[in-house]
């Protein structure tokens, strides 16, 4: 049977058989050694030349062939203890050996951090340089946060549903990823660039409280730490105020850092809160830096920003909406909306959470009655054909007994980068695009053959 290297400490004086990649390997003359890894970690395995026929494959072992091996737990002399590795006290003398695959050279170092190669080589060949320790540690940290975040929002009773990936285009302000229709000649599916309109309608369908870890897909030019699709916790409650949900995530935050990252520190709770004009006028951003020390690698600090605008005039000086056209406004505003007085001076729910000068996420309760969502658009100047064509389902929708509801999303890959003391969210994502929206593993974007342009009614201009 199997058993993890890791275990291994478990089995001092005993036969055992692990399966690993060889790490390295080092030849003393009389005596060879390799390190054994597997995810669990790394076992220094020996080879004497009494055990001939193990002896013989270890003179061809090579970096990252596979291997099965059996041997007998020793500890090892206090002189040669390790520290640095989880096994350092033990280590294997071989008996048998099995190579279950040979590899080639790796086109670079997997034993290093991996900071120091370029990015193209790391992203092209991203399943060896996920075999790096760092990179584990970082799918590692991403598997636990997923996993406490799902546990404790089914604690509080939400329901995990998903939402469909080929959907109809939602107004968040960027572009869409659209995908042609083979059995609707000229007509496209687009790809969500969040639940959005998904959630709320759950909601109207008396689901409560919903959450999902949404792949979302938004299709801007190359900026610093964007990818085309990236993960957003997502989730939406009904009968709740702006306070409500603020005061959950604050609470699944706090607990969330005490339980998966125990070293880091949150500099305040509650956390502060700034009014959008406040934030600009302190530190001309709306999401602030507010660490009292910098260089402190463990220090989160969070803030609350509200109260922004709801609306912000185009260059061509009509309306556009600051963040989500679906926000209501701050209560005292509802009238003005609705009878389109003092547009600037509107102020929206919108609740964004800033986290060491990034955005990690944002929310807000929503408009939960039709005539509200239709004054927002009439406010941006659509047309009420316009009006109707894009957004006909939800303003009918919400016709239908609508709960007063409100939600948040965070920034998955966002928080987990902060969380792994990372400076880009590529490191704890899996498999990334290049920063130019590129998968040079897999060779995408690509061209279709020309069969298949046919089929979805395509011609490449
Ligand atoms: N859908 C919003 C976004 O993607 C988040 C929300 O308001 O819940 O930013």
Redesign the pocket.
Known sequence: MRIEIKESLNHIGEEITLYGWVDSRRDHGKIIFIDLRDRSGLIQAVFLPNHKEAYVIAEKLRSEWVLKIKGKVNSRPGNMINDRIITGKIEIEILEIEVLSEAKTPPFEISSTGYEIGEETRVKYRYLDLRRERMKDNMVLRHKVVKFVRDYLDQEGFLEIETPILTKSTP?GARDYVVPSRLYPGNFYALPQ?P?QYKQLLMVAGMEKYFQFAR?FRDEDTRGDRQPEFT?M?LEMSFVEREDVMALNEKLLISLISKIAPEKKIQEIPFPRLSYQEAMEKYQTDKPDLRKDKNDKDLLAFCWIIDFPFFKKNDDSSWTFTH?PFSAPKPEYYDQLIKYEDIEKILTTQYDVALNGYELG???IRNHKPEALKAVFKIMGYSAERIENNFGHMLEALSYGTPPHG???WGLDRLIMLLANEANIREVMAFPKTGDSRDLMMGSPSELDAKQLKELHLKIN
């Open positions: 968040e969040s959005q979302c957003q997502d989500n944002g929310g807000s939600g948040i999303a």
